[in-house]
């Protein structure tokens, strides 16, 4: 997905005079076709996000379209004041984007984890929360982000992430896409844990359950005229991503329920209210935190037999 | 009347109007506030390319108090200089009013460049201001004013080191080294000294003034752009509670609401009769 980045990027910046690149010390070689277009609109701030945030928006003050690159802890829980105060407050367009999202670099240790990025950012006035599930949508996020007229964050993979859209779909902020339609459950799913939200509906319906899949692509805004119309059509819904399962999307669309007499229930697929403190890959990391196909289908057969 | 005369009069006559806003309002913060009056004098009525009338210039130069508390000088300064009519400042502090403790965002009150009030982000804003001018090919300069608290936040050297590195000629740093930060002498508290020093060591085209003579906060910012790419500091030695006998170097001004008859007193001193 991070190559996907740099080179859409790399079109942006083409088509765009405005758009401007700071990296934090991160990306060694990617972005060497932007530095071609013009070097002065790339800058490798250092490890300094705080700085990076702060002067991320004083250029967008002045007009430009900059975009924050690092790895998502530090573009995000290390300067969340800067993001608070700088970005959001002065309503600043300004681009984050976290790489490495989740447990993309699990095997680094939870200094390098982000479970709670989404939860943070979303408390923020005006923040938009998005979490592409593959290159096609990241690419249209990015494009989208560029558009809008105040702060953007955009949690992205590492490399290697499979395409789930088989062709460009038609993207909006706050507009959740529909990937399969179903009958018996929605399964709502944020970011690049879509592949095993694939494969759980692929599970499901081996035992006669028409899940719908769809991707929230947008965790802020929040896709609410597809959750009401969802509550004439399932009993129960499923919150899928990869991120703690408090405060991000699955707490989104429970503070949504909140309002609704007549909302689904709700299962919450996510990391707990623990740190990882094992070494493993991001594959022991998910089936350590319950992210895996098989139990993602089990736990929602499960819940639609107790229904 | 000689232009520094017409200068020091505006002093005077602002810090009497800080310390009436201050009693009316029971508005803190005195004695960061009139530490930088000159500073804020020189800028605003002789140095900053600025146009009230259209405060939102491209071309513009840039001032931002990044010592947020000191916004009661602030707002003063910039409604002397014609950015809002200055009877809007009597609602000062009333609900629904937008002149609070600190500044508010510059889509909320003309004049204003950032919502500054927590420490450490005038600068980095600055820096990239700065930045920006250069992008789009622009000659504006970027001012950032802090005070010597503010030098405790790790985020004002994180943009030190960059604004070096990236040879931001444009933009110029200002402390108000008043010796004071909220609880404490800012020397005992972070070791700041050698301030100049510091900021040298970091790349920076620094020098040191005393930041009440209007003549030597002129010549100093005018070294902003330097030949070199190097930014500016400067490094000015002020007086917490400048202008006032009974308010110089006492910290308890950083909080003190003055009385009806202080306020009287005040004025007598910097006879300011209006």
């Known amino acids: 997905m991070r190559n996907a980045f740099a080179d859409e990027l790399t079109s942006l910046a083409k088509e765009d005079g405005r758009v401007v690149l700071l990296s934090g010390d991160i990306g060694?070689?990617?972005?060497?076709?932007?530095?071609?277009?013009?070097?002065?609109?790339?800058?490798?701030?250092?490890?300094?996000e705080a700085n990076m945030m702060g002067v991320a928006a004083g250029m967008a003050l002045c007009g430009l379209r900059p975009v924050i690159y690092t790895i998502t802890p530090f573009t995000t829980t290390r300067c969340f004041e800067q993001i608070r105060v700088d970005a959001c407050y002065?309503?600043?367009?300004?681009?984050?984007?976290?790489?490495?999202?989740g447990l993309s670099y699990a095997d680094l240790g939870p200094t390098h984890h982000s479970l709670e990025d989404m939860a943070i950012l979303r408390t923020l006035p005006g923040m938009r929360v998005l979490a592409p599930c593959d290159n096609t949508e990241m690419r249209l996020a990015l494009r989208a982000a560029l558009h809008e007229d105040g702060p953007v964050y955009i949690r992205i993979?590492?490399?290697?992430?499979?395409?789930?859209?088989?062709?460009?779909?038609?993207?909006?902020?706050?507009?959740?896409?529909?990937?399969?339609?179903?009958?018996?459950?929605?399964?709502?799913?944020?970011?690049?844990?879509?592949?095993?939200?694939?494969?759980?509906?692929?599970?499901?319906?081996?035992?006669?359950?028409?899940?719908?899949?769809?991707?929230f692509h947008s965790v802020k805004p929040l896709d609410c005229e597809y959750l009401d119309r969802a509550c004439s059509r399932f009993k129960l819904l499923a919150t899928i991503e990869e991120h703690g399962r408090i405060g991000g999307l699955g707490g989104a669309v429970a503070e949504w329920r909140a309002s609704r007499r007549d909302a689904p229930l709700q299962i919450s697929f996510g990391s707990g209210d623990e740190f990882m403190y094992e070494v493993g890959t991001q594959e022991y990391a998910r089936a350590k935190f319950g992210l895996t196909a098989s139990n993602i289908a089990e736990k929602v057969h499960a819940a639609l037999r107790a229904n | 009347m000689s232009k520094l005369t017409e200068l020091q009069g505006r002093a005077r006559l602002l810090r009497a109007r800080i310390i009436e806003n201050s009693h009316k309002t029971n508005t803190p913060h005195l004695g960061s506030c009139l530490s930088c009056v000159d500073m804020l004098v020189a800028m605003y009525f002789s140095v900053l390319r600025i146009d009230p009338s259209t405060p939102r210039s491209a071309t513009r130069d840039r001032f931002i108090l990044s010592k947020g508390h000191g916004a009661a000088a602030l707002?003063?300064?910039?409604?002397?200089?014609?950015?809002?009519?200055?009877?809007?400042?009597?609602?000062?502090?009333?609900d629904g009013s937008v002149f609070a403790e600190h500044p508010p965002t510059p889509d909320h009150l003309p004049g204003i460049e950032a919502a500054t009030g927590s420490l450490g982000h005038g600068l980095p804003l600055g820096l990239g201001m700065a930045m920006a001018g250069r992008i789009q090919g622009h000659d504006f300069k970027v001012y950032a004013l802090l005070s010597d608290g503010e030098c405790n936040e790790g985020s004002v050297w994180e943009a030190a080191l960059f604004a070096a590195a990236q040879r931001v000629a444009h933009l110029c740093v200002m402390v108000d080294f008043n010796k004071w930060q909220a609880t404490g002498r800012s020397e005992e508290v972070m070791a700041l000294s050698p301030l100049v020093d510091k900021w040298r060591a970091f790349g920076w085209n620094?020098?040191?003034?005393?930041?009440?003579?209007?003549?030597?906060?002129?010549?100093?910012?005018?070294?902003?752009?330097?030949?070199?790419?190097?930014?500016?500091?400067?490094?000015?030695?002020?007086?917490?509670?400048?202008?006032?006998?009974?308010?110089?170097?006492?910290?308890?001004?950083?909080?003190?609401?003055?009385?009806?008859?202080?306020?009287?007193?005040?004025?007598?001193?910097?006879?300011?009769f209006e």
């Open chain 1, 157 to 215: 993979g590492k490399k290697g992430e499979p395409d789930i859209h088989p062709k460009v779909p038609e993207f909006r902020i706050g507009k959740g896409i529909v990937l399969r339609a179903g009958t018996d459950i929605a399964l709502i799913a944020a970011g690049t844990i879509m592949p095993e939200v694939l494969k759980a509906a692929d599970l499901l319906a081996k035992h006669g359950v028409s899940a719908e899949l769809v991707s």
């Open chain 1, 28 to 48: 060694n070689k990617l972005f060497d076709k932007f530095k071609a277009i013009d070097a002065r609109r790339f800058y490798n701030c250092g490890v300094a």
């Open chain 2, 206 to 272: 620094a020098c040191e003034i005393d930041g009440h003579d209007i003549e030597a906060i002129i010549d100093s910012v005018a070294r902003c752009p330097s030949s070199d790419g190097r930014p500016t500091a400067v490094i000015a030695h002020t007086v917490k509670g400048k202008g006032v006998s009974f308010m110089e170097d006492d910290n308890n001004w950083h909080y003190r609401i003055p009385t009806a008859a202080e306020v009287a007193l005040s004025k007598k001193e910097l006879e300011v």
């Open chain 1, 90 to 101: 002065h309503n600043a367009p300004v681009v984050i984007v976290g790489t490495g999202s």
């Open chain 2, 75 to 94: 707002f003063q300064v910039l409604g002397m200089r014609g950015f809002y009519p200055e009877a809007m400042l009597d609602d000062y502090g009333k």
